[in-house]
C-alpha cells in the first residue's frame, strides 16, 4: 500500500508515541500524527484510495475532520479542516481533493494533522502509526540532501525516521537553533545559507597577462625576498643575468615579467635541480 503527502508545506510537528507516566499519570502527550503547516495551496488531498468512513464536524479537539478506510485495513486521518469537499461513503481516488487545511478544534494556527491507523481509527498504541516512516516527503528528502552536504551520511528517502530527526537536532543544537527534530524555518535558512557559503565559487584569477604596463605593487620586504629567490634560481643556472633579480629589487619588474619568471623557478623547482635555459 503506497501513500502518498496528502498535502503540501513542511512537517511542523512530528509523531510521538511517548506513553503517560503510568504512576503520576502526567508527561508526554502522545501525539499520534505528523502537522503540516500551512503552505502557499492548502488543499488537502487522499493519501490513498478508499471510502470515507466518516466525518466529524466540529469536534473539540479534532475540530471538522474526515477518515477514509483504505484496502488491507488502514485507516487515514485529517483533522483541523477547514472545509470538506466529500461525504461518507463516497470512493475518493489517491490525490483526490477532499478538504481545506485549517484550524478547527484544538489547533493554534492553519494546519493538517495527518494520522495513519494500521486498523480501525482512532486506535492508539495498538494501531497507529509513524506517517513519516510511509510517506515520502519531498521537503524532507531536500533537508535530508542539505545535512548530507554538511557531512552528515543520511539515506535521501523522504522518510522522517529516527536517524533523519537525530540529524536535524543535532544540526539544530550545534547551530544553537530551537531543537524540535523539524526542519522549520529557522533551520531551513540556516542550511540554505550555510550551505551557499560553503559551495560558493571562489572568484576566478585573472592574471594580467601581457600588459607590460602593469608594475607589480610589492613592499619592500617582499621585493626583497623575491630577489633573492631569483638570485638563488640565477645561481643554479635558471637564469643567465643578474637583470631580473636588479628589477625585482628596485622596483621596476612588471607583472607579467614576474609571472614569466615565477613560472621558470617553479618549473626548475620541479625539475629538481636539472638546469633549463633562462
Ligand atoms: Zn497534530
Known sequence: MQFVKPCEGYITSLYSSARLDPVTNKGVRPHWGIDYGSA???KIWAAASGYVRYIGWGHATAGNYIVIRHPNGWETAYLHLQTIAVSTKQYVSQSQYIGMKGSTGNSTGVHLHFEMSKGTWPGGYANHVNPALYIIDSTVKVVQDQLNRLGYQLVVDGLQGDRTTKA?????????LPVNGVADHLTRLKLTKEIAE??????PIVLPIG????MLELNQRQREELANVYQY?????????DEHEKEMREGKMTVSKAIYLNGLIAGAALADGKRIGG
Open 40 to 42: 502557499t495551496n492548502n
Open 168 to 176: 536535524v537536532m543535532d544540526y539544530q543544537k550545534s547551530r544553537s
Open 198 to 203: 560553503r559551495e560558493k565559487p571562489s572568484p
Open 211 to 214: 600588459k607590460e604596463e602593469i
Open 233 to 241: 634560481a640565477r645561481e643554479l643556472g635558471v637564469f643567465s643575468s
